[in-house]
């Protein structure tokens, strides 16, 4: 498949993602209204959102549209060295999920009307703390421009969770410090 690259990302839907990303409040909601808007601005089947937990090794989910809680739910997401963004640090674009031997459920995306996916790692600074994943529904040939505009929307969603996540433990030493008595404040 030789087809010319089709533009999904254009400058007032990317504004607006970014806008989102860069002014709410609540992370929760944050999550919920990015992996919706990602699916509703640039005609795509799904998203996910998928941070890494250091101490279990393996990704959960934190937000995801457009994708069904039997597909989201079909096993564990350890990281797989061969081709996880997470491991490479760049973004993976899978272009027949039916067909390609790095797609561990093939059958269950071929269910879920999944025929393409792209894979993008969540950066803060230089470290990579997820991912996300954007699904078609339809052969899809990517524009370079939209891939690297999915990685920048991506690395500033990684800085806001990092900071959210500076925050609450600021938050949580702010209350411990509270119940100290004063004496002991004294020189802080």
Not at 76 to 83: A, G, Q, S
């Amino acid at each position: 498949m030789n087809e010319k690259p089709v533009r999904r990302i254009h400058l007032q839907e990317f504004k607006a993602i970014s806008r989102a990303i860069i002014t709410y409040e609540d992370l929760n909601m944050l999550l919920n209204h990015t992996v919706e808007g990602v699916c509703r601005a640039f005609q795509v089947k799904g998203c996910s959102i998928m941070l890494f937990d250091d101490r279990e090794k393996e990704f959960f989910r934190v937000s995801s549209h457009g994708i069904s809680d039997e597909y989201l739910g079909k096993g564990p997401l350890p990281v797989d060295k061969k081709y996880c963004s997470f491991v490479t640090g760049e973004p993976i674009f899978i272009e027949d999920m039916q067909n390609d031997p790095r797609v561990k459920y093939p059958e269950a995306a071929d269910k879920e009307g999944l025929v393409s996916m792209l894979s993008v790692p969540i950066k803060c600074r230089e470290r990579i703390i997820g991912i996300i994943r954007i699904y078609n529904n339809e052969s899809w040939t990517l524009d370079e421009d939209d891939v690297d505009s999915f990685c920048l929307l991506a690395e500033q969603l990684g800085c806001v969770i990092e900071n959210n996540g500076l925050k609450n433990f600021l938050d949580q030493v702010k209350i411990s410090l509270g119940s100290l008595p004063l004496r002991m404040l004294e020189g802080l």
